[in-house]
């Protein structure tokens, strides 16, 4: 036994031996010194040229001095004949050149000293001296260097060495990017190149041509099209042409409104290819074609599953991933390959027994959930978290499927909650409990009991926490919520301050939503009081003063709860603000006059950045929705009461320049049959109070509106941001627009700096602010739509309405769209905002919902003649004629 445990010993160690351990700068400078004999030692040479290299690929820094002297004693080697060295030669000048600015010659008479030697073997009869010198040359030249040798390089890409002509269009391709000019003359030699018999010649110069030819999408569409008739031998050229006839085909999907997609039979016919990446390739692109149908993934899918039972790793892997993500959209298609996935679950690669149970959770039926509950079972310690994370969202999603199953499915999800994990296993596992509790009623009880037992034992404060306030919010509406208490107040006991914390909140929800269970928790609350840490003995000493601390068993009073438990729709900011600015007074601080206006951005451009909804959360700040923010705080004013529901609220327009005495900006709410506009106010004065704030509107160049209500400020101190509201009245289900002038009026009492009181005697100003219009695009809301081509499809033509119109001549078709998008105000679909460059046609595909709730979809296409006229062409439709008229009428005025 000894024995075998030494020879594993010595493996070890040979394993991890590497000929540079230990390897020194200064020592291999000395051996450096090799290139300067008389009679070169080729193998010696070409050791020492391979330290450097290492030296130099690990991030070893030479001074100057150190790489002029390496760079000088290099080039003397071009005398050798030995091939293995003058490779080694050619590789050491490409790693030297980029730091030619370490030199203490300048760039060009560096270049220049290789130059003649790398031009010399460029001409070599030895192919493989040309072709290195070649790709040497590519890397150190510039442009006008590069128009000497361009004669030799075109020779080269139609060189009947293959190893030359390869080098030569890789060259071409890095060049493409520094000095394009130049390269797109070579196309008719790269033409050529691409009928070359050779596969890697064949395969880069398809790659050059393309890249070529890629901001000209007709010219592509062309070569596509010549391509696709069979002179394409290379596998690997034939993979590119896959992936370029994809990108065409999803190019002329926007404009076909039905029928045969074109290049699908090629792509079919690539399934029968005799090579296995030409066939993997086809399927894959088949499979994620736009929209696409049944019938056209039918031979794919018979292709990936022919895969599936392979000796090959990798091809098994390929197939079950591709599989995977088509079961996403169309899980019944993948249905037939589930008994061959199965046999992938035992598979010794795991990512590959990982990928087969997820697209089997997807695909599977209801009655073989528990055959595969065990199956995962045995394997699932195997794999690492970040698989553990794609199982957990697949079981999840499973379940949601099968509500029936929850049981098989929770104890489960319970089980692996119990064994080792990181923070984000932990989570996903956490959070697929809480979704499911959340949507399927039945689960509630044996939900809550695992997140119960889970925090028993939980390392992390983060998600101890999040149970405890979900635990709050829905225990106390289970059939016996007393059941829950021993478990929170455990926390209170054994665990750190932040986490008590959350307990003492959670345990005082219970108080204040089960009556009969106050008493026990009071007692609780009162053990809190004597708590060491300061925000537990705060919490509890506030909750007691507000829930009625004297045990009775009363109901607690609506408001308590809201004030308790309840949304807090106040910026925080602007509370801290007033609490700041508060100073003790025998008056009690009012939180219904901290303003509710947000004081920089909106809640509407704070976007979330998470991967997936958070299934846990605490109590937020601030609502989640910018809307019922907004529609809150309007429907709380008795003028605007009755406008009926909130159909959209504009992001704030400024009306004044930065760091101006005051800051204005205003917010544009639009309902059915009125406008109310929202103006945020700023005193940025220390020592001014503006009181009797009003902005005065001018609506003579807005017709269509009339004034029926104002609200003014009454108080507006330094730096506390706050709204004055006016309501305009306009005709019903018209897009009225126009122009309105604002003026800021107000009283201005000086403050003394000292005291920060006001004079009692003010004087009446005012202060001019920008205009502000309401346009079309007001009326719109941004909506976009997962998949055009079947929403577009499912409106149908009932209100279609077509027209062209011309849009003069433009300078950029980017900005014509652009333009066009933000007149109407609608959403982008499928990145078709984004025009590729030098362009002369394209198609925009734009979603929305128009007031009154009326879904709209717009198709546009845009042309460009030579003199640079744009002509457009646009579709509409909607849920109601009236709407696609409008929009049409929006355009043409």
């Known amino acids: ?57 690990q991030g070893e820094t030479f001074t100057k001095v150190e790489a002029t002297e390496v760079f000088f004693s290099v080039t003397k080697l071009f005398q050798s004949k030995d091939i293995g060295l003058r490779r080694m030669v050619y590789l050491i000048i490409k790693e030297l050149s980029p730091s030619s600015d370490e030199l203490h010659i300048p760039v060009h008479k560096k270049v220049i000293i290789v130059t003649s030697s790398l031009m010399k073997d460029m001409n070599s009869k030895t192919d493989v001296y040309r072709a290195n010198a070649i790709r040497v040359l590519c890397r150190i030249t510039d442009g006008t260097l590069l128009t000497q040798i361009e004669r030799y390089l075109k020779q080269a890409i139609v060189d009947k060495n293959p190893v030359v002509a390869s080098a030569a269009l890789v060259s071409g391709i890095h060049l493409l990017q520094t000095n394009p000019e130049i390269v797109k003359r070579w196309s008719n030699e790269v033409q050529e190149a691409v009928q070359s018999r ?75 290819h005799k090579a296995e990446m030409v066939i993997f390739e086809a399927a894959r692109a088949i499979t994620e074609l736009n929209g696409v149908t049944s019938r056209e993934l039918t031979p794919a899918i018979t292709v990936l599953q022919l895969f599936l039972s392979s000796s090959k790793p990798v091809l098994r892997f390929a197939a079950v991933r591709t599989l995977n993500k088509v079961a996403m959209s169309h899980p019944m298609a993948v249905t037939n390959c589930n008994i061959d996935m199965e046999s992938l679950i035992s598979d010794q690669n795991r990512s590959i027994a990982t990928l087969a149970i ?148 959670t345990l005082a929800k219970f108080g204040a939503m089960v009556d009969s269970l106050k008493p026990r928790i009071f007692v609780l609350l009162r053990r809190c009081l004597y708590d060491n840490d300061d925000e537990v003995r705060d919490r509890a000493t506030l909750y007691l003063n507000t829930l009625g601390g004297d045990g009775s068993v009363v109901e607690t009073d609506k408001e308590v709860k809201e004030f308790l438990f309840g949304s807090l729709d106040i910026p925080l900011v602007n509370l801290e603000t007033s609490l700041k600015n508060y100073e003790p007074s025998e008056e009690a601080f009012d939180i219904s006059h901290v303003p509710r206006e947000v004081k920089s951005q909106p809640l509407l451009e704070k976007k979330s950045t998470g991967k997936k909804p958070t299934a846990l959360g605490a109590p937020p700040p601030a609502p989640t929705s910018t809307a019922d923010t907004y529609e809150k705080l309007l429907s709380s004013i008795p003028e605007f009461s009755t406008f009926g529901p909130l159909f959209k609220s504009s992001a704030p327009v400024e009306l004044t320049e930065a760091e101006t005495e005051y800051a204005v900006n205003v917010i ?78 107000f009283l201005v009492k000086e403050v003394d700096p000292s005291t920060g009181e006001a004079e009692e005697d003010g004087v009446e100003d005012e202060y001019q602010l920008e205009d502000l219009e309401i346009v079309a695009a007001d009326y719109m809301v941004k909506v976009g739509v997962s998949n055009f081509r079947n929403a577009w499809e499912a409106l149908g033509t009932d209100f279609e309405r077509v027209d062209e119109y011309g849009l003069g001549p433009r300078e950029s078709l980017n900005d014509t769209v652009n333009s066009v998008i933000a007149l109407l105000g609608m959403q982008p679909c499928e990145g078709t905002e984004v025009v590729a460059g030098n362009s002369r046609s394209h198609t925009c595909l734009l979603s929305g919902v128009y007031i009154g709730n009326v879904k709209v979809l717009v198709r546009l296409s845009f042309g460009v003649d030579s003199s640079k006229e744009v002509a457009m062409k646009l579709a509409v439709r909607s849920e109601d004629e009236s709407v696609s008229d409008a929009i049409h009428d929006i355009v043409a005025n």
């Open 1 to 57: 036994m000894a024995q075998f445990v030494k020879k594993d010993d010595d493996r070890d160690e040979e394993a991890e031996y590497s000929p540079f351990l230990g390897i020194e700068k200064g020592a291999v400078l000395q051996e450096a010194r090799v290139f300067n004999d008389p009679q070169l030692d080729s193998r010696r040479c070409s050791q020492v040229i391979t330290k450097l290299l290492y030296l130099l690929n």
């Open 358 to 505: 997820t697209t089997l959770l997807k695909t599977g039926n209801e009655s073989g959930v528990d055959r595969l509950m065990k199956q995962i079972t045995n394997f699932i310690s195997d794999i690492n978290d970040e698989f553990k994370i794609v199982v957990v969202d697949a079981i999840r999603s499973l379940c949601l499927k099968f509500p029936l199953k929850y049981r098989t499915l929770m104890n489960f999800l319970s089980n692996i909650l119990r064994e080792e994990g990181g923070f984000e296993y932990k989570k996903a596992i956490v959070d697929s409990i809480v979704i499911l509790i959340r949507d399927i009623p039945d689960a509630k009880e044996s939900g809550l009991f695992h997140l119960c037992e889970f925090i028993e034992d939980c390392e992390f404060t983060y998600l101890s926490t999040q149970i405890l306030h979900f635990l709050g919010v829905e225990g106390p509406k289970t059939a016996d919520p007393s059941k829950y208490i021993r478990y929170i107040y455990n926390r209170v006991i054994l665990e750190n301050a932040t986490v008590r914390a959350s307990a003492v909140s």
């Open 198 to 272: 050779a596969a890697l010649v064949q395969f880069h110069a398809l790659a050059l041509l393309h890249q070529i030819r890629q901001n000209d999408r007709l010219a592509v569409s062309k070569l596509v099209t010549s391509l696709t008739r069979g002179t394409v031998r290379s596998p690997l050229a034939q993979c590119l042409l896959i992936r370029y006839t994809s990108q065409v085909i999803r190019e002329s999907s926007m404009n076909i409104q039905g029928g045969e997609r074109p290049f699908y039979d090629f792509l079919e016919g690539c399934l029968r």
């Open 668 to 745: 544009k709410h639009i309902f059915n049959n009125h406008i109310v506009f929202q103006y945020n106010c700023t005193n940025t004065i220390p020592e001014q109070l503006l009181e009797n704030v009003v902005v005065v509107v001018d609506a003579s160049e807005a017709e269509d509106f009339a004034e029926v209500a104002t609200k003014p400020l009454k108080s507006l101190p330094y730096d506390t941001p706050a709204q004055t509201f006016i309501a305009f009245e306009k005709p019903q289900g018209v897009p009225a627009v126009g122009r309105f002038s604002n003026v800021l009026k």
